[in-house]
């Protein structure tokens, strides 16, 4: 007589459950804003507008610019619209030049005001094939504020507890999450050489200091008054709004008690290697003739 042999399904772990469901939610959110996407694009009048791009890297303050922005009047911004971890991005990171540009037109169609942005990270654009002269052959006379921190140190930190604390940004009210970590020499040499080719191929366009203002973080954070009034707003040709915004500072804390090994790497975070201070080639080849 056969018997029936018992047969153990292993379960799956529970976190991965939870990823599995995250990941089904943010498809369904994804099919639904491409639905909007649609229905704006074929459906909604399309009006002139002016467009402008925020580039920059993550961890360099575009949340807080992107937000002093859209207090202006007359102005809307998305958010990075080929980031494929959001429900507004691409269906997936890499993507052709000309779908990615396509989801930028849709993205920009959701919008209603005359001044319209969005941001996209450095990393996004070459992620697609895409520069900056793609974005002006397809939305001629852009405008594009450029954005980059001067200090990659903190940079590269600011990118390292977010990813373990999983709190990219900090609102009003929200409870600040920090912890120690430990950084390796050789990921952090990697990432600052990185950084500053992604700027050093955007700043190569000969045509863009004509149509963009370069800012750093430092800067922004410094003076957002001055920065708004003497340089974005007439950029943008909007009025003048005073700074508001309701992101809060993440990392408070001093490097050695940020850092476990901070003895080991004190010096490589205070090298010229760990700085960076961004100027229009043009500035540059002045300067050496003056020199």
Known sequence: MATLESVTIPLRPRRKQRLDAAKLWLKCRKAS????????????????FQAVFVLATHRSGSNLLVDYVNRLPGVANNSEVLCATLPIGLWRQKQPPERAL???AYSFQMLNAPIR???IMLDQLAGCGLTVDALEAEFPNSKYLILYRESLAEQYLSMQSAKATNQWYLLDGEKRK???LRIDPAALRTYCDQIRRWYRDLLAAKWLPQQALLLSYEELVDDPSGWLRDRICPLLGTEMVEPQTCHRKQNLLPLPE???NYREVAALLASPLCQQHLEWPWQQAAQRRAA
Not at 34 to 39: A, D, M, V, Y
Not at 41 to 46: D, T, V, Y
């Open 102 to 104: 396509r989801h930028i």
């Open 117 to 119: 942005g969005c941001k």
């Open 258 to 260: 940020r850092v476990e």
């Open 178 to 180: 920090q912890t120690r």
């Open 33 to 48: 804003h491409k639905l909007r996407l649609l229905s704006h694009w074929w459906l909604k009048r399309h009006a002139p």
